[in-house]
């Protein structure tokens, strides 16, 4: 991608709101999440909790990611069954030049991608967006069906770092204060609130969009720096502050022992550096100590998140820079064990079963379906998730995990989630365990558990056959549609009078790619998809910027006319057919 060009051009409240309501009308979907993967609330069994004190209806939501920067991918997350966002993480460089690809989810999870790709301006208005935008969905009735009638109450959850500098600068300042009364920006919105919706422009939207922050350390920054941070957001702000910590806290040796030995991960090579830069274990403890009397005597709330990725060296070559950033199933254990040390080293600390702590611990390392129900029993509130969104399914994954999880508690008798914390306390205990999170973590690193984390759970490719991925027909899997977390693909079935390969003809929405990589990973085909299939473009700076493949639609008179780049005027008469087909273009543009 070129430097002089934006990775990613956000889509106006106006088309994203229409696209809404002419896809749910047409395909019986939105931003092609299809309602089977919705998430309709069981009257039994009652997921709710309290984030830093704020309600939510549900422990699960993505993690500060590729998956929270999009109004699109916030709003999709919520249709799924997420109820507590934290949004990317906020700082003050914002215009980041990250090398492609920057996501490889082949076997476990590795990135290099690792703040906003927007200017922070723009972050702000995606935010506010998808707080509109789901505001308004709560109310529209022909999701009732799907949704249920209350769809219960839900947390955005700031994400800032990665200095006190640049968090105290005006333009991340600037951004908290707004994020905290948004009421200048939404009036700047409603407006263009369209016609479909046109019984909910005057909404009486809340305007503090989010008043918690999660303070994203990243790697190496000093025990100081995020003492100090912590209490200027408290203080300045006047926000509850949850502080992500390091799986490097275990020290260099246990995390050897545990990824390399243990887990069998011999070909991870850890950064030994980055050990030693990071915050150590004793002094974290005096840390999370320090900020809890420092919160409680402010009337704050403080909790702390695990973990933050694995700093390795990129062994594989595939992503574009180095170091590389571990998560995932290996990540997954690291984050157990610290959190089983952290609960013995500090008693009464933590907000989990079995303790009488008010530090509330965030947890977000390879949460997947069959771990969801185990994570929540440790006492870990909420359950944040990147990594599985990543794979085929995408956001369609968080409704089935959910069921799961009362499905869990159900069988059990659990009817809400201090009854189930109660149960797997109980049972850990009664087992011989110092609690949940110790009796999960010896399950994963020598019990009945062992093969699901091992690398030998973990080391079989996405399926791939031996074609080469062309621009017209393909095998038609979807996955390109499902991992993508910022929905630029999309599909539209072939025309039957054409003359081209493929029930399925497969298309990128260029503004809204931002070239991670994800799809060709999991691609069964050789090749990228995101430059191999039409790239379709809705801005004209855009598509003149563009040296590849591309088409601008724009719209004329009732219609649109298609523009092609260079060399692709021949494939305009085939995009015609299959956007003026019964099933086709999606999108409105006016």
């Known amino acids: 991608?070129?430097?002089?060009?934006?990775?990613?051009?956000?889509?106006?409240?106006?088309?994203?709101?229409?696209?809404?309501?002419?896809?749910?009308?047409?395909?019986?979907?939105?931003?092609?999440?299809?309602?089977?993967r919705y998430w309709k609330p069981d009257p039994d069994v009652d997921l709710s909790f309290e984030f830093l004190g704020r309600p939510a209806a549900t422990p699960v939501g993505p993690a500060a990611g590729p998956h929270s920067q999009l109004a699109q991918n916030i709003v999709l997350s919520w249709l799924a069954g997420a109820r507590l966002f934290e949004l990317k993480t906020v700082q003050i460089i914002d215009d980041l030049e990250i090398a492609r690809p920057c996501i490889d989810m082949e076997t476990v999870g590795f990135n290099t991608e690792w703040s906003q790709e927007l200017k922070i301006g723009e972050s702000l208005e995606e935010y506010v967006k998808a707080w509109m935008i789901i505001e308004i969905l709560k109310r529209w009735e022909p999701l009732r069906p799907y949704l249920g009638r209350d769809t219960g109450p839900f947390v955005f959850d700031m994400s800032v770092g990665y200095d006190l500098a640049g968090i105290s600068s005006?333009?991340?300042?600037?951004?908290?204060?707004?994020?905290?009364?948004?009421?200048?920006?939404?009036?700047?919105?409603?407006?263009?609130?369209?016609?479909?919706?046109?019984?909910?422009r005057d909404l009486d939207f809340g305007t503090r969009v989010a008043d918690t922050v999660t303070l994203s350390t990243f790697h190496g920054c000093p025990p100081d720096e995020?003492?100090?941070?912590?209490?200027?957001?408290?203080?300045?702000?006047?926000?509850?502050?949850?502080?992500?910590?390091?799986?490097?806290?275990?020290?260099?040796?246990?995390?050897?022992?545990?990824?390399?030995?243990?887990?069998?991960?011999?070909?991870?090579?850890?950064?030994?550096?980055?050990?030693?830069?990071?915050?150590?274990?004793?002094?974290?403890?005096?840390?999370?100590?320090?900020?809890?009397?420092?919160?409680?005597?402010?009337?704050?709330?403080?909790?702390?998140?695990?973990?933050?990725t694995l700093v390795v060296e990129n062994h594989k070559g595939f992503l574009g820079d180095d170091p590389m950033y571990l998560s995932g199933a290996p990540l997954h254990v690291l984050a157990t064990t610290l959190l089983d040390e952290l609960i013995s080293a500090l008693p009464n600390t933590f907000m989990v079963e079995g303790h009488d702590g008010d530090v509330q611990v965030s947890f977000s390392a390879g949460i997947t379906k069959e771990n969801l129900s185990e994570a929540i029993g440790m006492g870990v509130r909420p359950t944040t998730v990147c990594s599985d969104l990543l794979k085929p399914g995408g956001y369609g994954r968080i409704a089935p995990m959910l069921s799961r999880l009362a499905d869990d508690m159900r069988a059990v008798g659990a009817y809400s989630l201090q009854s189930w914390r109660t149960h797997e306390w109980n049972v850990a205990k009664a087992a011989g365990f110092r609690g949940a999170a110790h009796a999960h973590m010896v399950a994963m690193l020598s019990g009945d558990l062992n093969s699901i984390y091992h690398l030998t759970g973990n080391e079989k490719l996405p399926r791939h056959v031996d074609h080469n991925l062309e621009m017209w027909g393909c095998v038609a899997?979807?996955?390109?549609?499902?991992?993508?977390?910022?929905?630029?693909?999309?599909?539209?079935?072939?025309?039957?009078?054409?003359d081209v390969p493929g029930r399925q003809q497969y298309f990128v929405l260029a503004e809204a790619c931002n070239e991670c990589g994800n799809c060709m990973v999991f691609c069964p085909e050789v090749g990228d998809p995101a430059q191999i299939k039409p790239k379709i473009y809705l801005d004209p700076s855009r598509f003149a910027a563009t040296v590849d493949q591309g088409f601008l639609v724009a719209p004329s008179g009732s219609g649109f006319t298609i523009t092609a780049s260079e060399g692709h005027e021949s494939d305009v008469t085939r995009l015609a057919e299959i956007f003026h087909a019964d099933e086709g273009w999606p999108i409105p543009l006016k």
């Open 477 to 498: 899997c979807n996955f390109c549609v499902t991992v993508c977390p910022n929905d630029a693909f999309f599909r539209l079935p072939t025309p039957k009078s054409m």
């Open 1 to 36: 991608m070129a430097h002089d060009v934006p990775p990613l051009t956000p889509f106006p409240l106006d088309v994203l709101l229409r696209r809404i309501a002419l896809e749910f009308e047409t395909r019986n979907r939105i931003y092609d999440l299809p309602t089977a």
């Open 170 to 200: 005006p333009k991340v300042e600037g951004f908290i204060t707004a994020m905290l009364d948004a009421s200048d920006e939404i009036e700047r919105l409603r407006p263009l609130i369209p016609d479909a919706f046109g019984a909910m």
């Open 226 to 308: 995020i003492e100090s941070i912590t209490k200027y957001l408290m203080d300045h702000h006047g926000l509850d502050v949850i502080v992500k910590l390091n799986p490097t806290l275990l020290g260099f040796g246990r995390v050897c022992e545990i990824v390399q030995q243990q887990l069998g991960y011999e070909h991870i090579r850890l950064n030994r550096q980055s050990f030693t830069d990071d915050l150590q274990f004793d002094r974290g403890v005096a840390l999370i100590e320090e900020l809890r009397s420092y919160a409680k005597a402010r009337g704050r709330r403080f909790g702390v998140k695990l973990t933050n």
